[in-house]
């Protein structure tokens, strides 16, 4: 009973260190998040195009969020300060 009780702790404590994100890395997420349900959202009104040209279109520009939103999470990974991340960065 000891055994189980003190491995329940330690997966449970590991599980906590896995999720000790920065906020530089919360906001890279978020970043990520936000572009993917854009994309997601173009992706189905290019499904409900009339036409092939249209949905051709659509699904360019959902390629192109989910370009942008990349770029934009990989560049607040890698210079975007720790700090004041709220204000706009």
């Given at each position: 009973m000891k055994f189980i009780t003190t491995a329940a702790i330690a997966l449970g404590l590991a599980g906590l260190?896995?999720?000790?994100?920065?906020?530089?890395?919360?906001?890279?997420?978020?970043?990520?998040?936000n572009a993917e349900a854009t994309a997601d959202n173009l992706d189905v009104a290019a499904d409900n195009a009339t036409t092939t040209a249209g949905e051709a279109a659509l699904d360019n520009q959902a390629a192109a969020v989910r370009n942008e939103g990349e770029a934009k999470a990989k560049d607040v990974r890698t210079n975007?300060?720790?700090?004041?991340?709220?204000n706009g960065m």
């Open positions: 260190s896995a999720c000790n994100n920065t906020p530089r890395e919360q906001k890279a997420d978020n970043i990520e998040a975007a300060p720790d700090t004041n991340l709220a």
